[in-house]
């Protein structure tokens, strides 16, 4: 059997996982529309992921960094903001994301870090203007030894929860290693 518990830490999973004093981290996003035909080469990420992921922020360079985008954009690292812009085929932008972590995050967004996520968006890709059509807020787990936890609690048991916000992008090369090592 293997136990994906998602954001419900507090469930079936919960012994399991309590040694690795997991919480929830909760973010926000928007979509935006861009004027007609703006089109956007590449996803952006902006140097404020390279203090926020552990692959980059766990480098010895990431200090230097770290220390003057203190000085920079304080306000975004309080937030845990870093820059993240994707354009969608129906042409707007994804752009995002903030972090805050707590045992149980709140269901408002805050106004504040959406023009914060903003500013950052127009500071870094060249837009004219744009406009917010939609905003949501997520949450996920975070915490733990690595970017994700496999429990192995017996033979025919397994845990496996993500804790880095990085599930889409590494779900199922996860369920790959954890099912080829197991079955």
């Known amino acids: 059997m293997v136990v ?41 990420m902006g140097d404020l ?46 752009v995002g994301d903030s972090h805050h972590d707590a045992v149980s995050p709140l269901p408002f967004a805050s106004e504040e870090v959406d023009r914060i996520i903003l500013r950052h968006l127009h500071e870094t890709v060249d837009l004219a203007s744009c406009e917010v059509v939609e905003r949501w807020t997520g949450v996920y787990p975070v915490g733990g030894p690595s970017d994700a936890l496999v429990v192995a609690p017996d033979d025919r048991v397994r845990v496996v929860v993500v804790t880095s916000g990085t599930g889409a992008s590494t779900a199922f090369g996860l369920a790959e290693d954890v099912l080829g090592g197991w079955l």
Do not use: K
């Open 4 to 44: 994906c518990p998602g954001t419900v830490l507090t469930g079936v999973a919960r012994t399991w996982l309590a040694p690795f004093d997991l919480r929830l981290t909760q973010l926000q996003m928007l979509r935006v529309r861009p004027p007609v035909g703006f089109h956007l080469t590449a996803p952006v």
């Open 49 to 94: 992921s390279l203090v926020r992921y552990r692959g980059y922020a766990d480098l010895p360079e990431s200090v230097a960094l770290r220390t003057r985008l203190e000085t920079e954009a304080g306000d975004a690292l309080a937030n845990g903001i870093h820059l993240i812009v994707v354009q969608s085929s129906d042409g707007t932008l994804v």
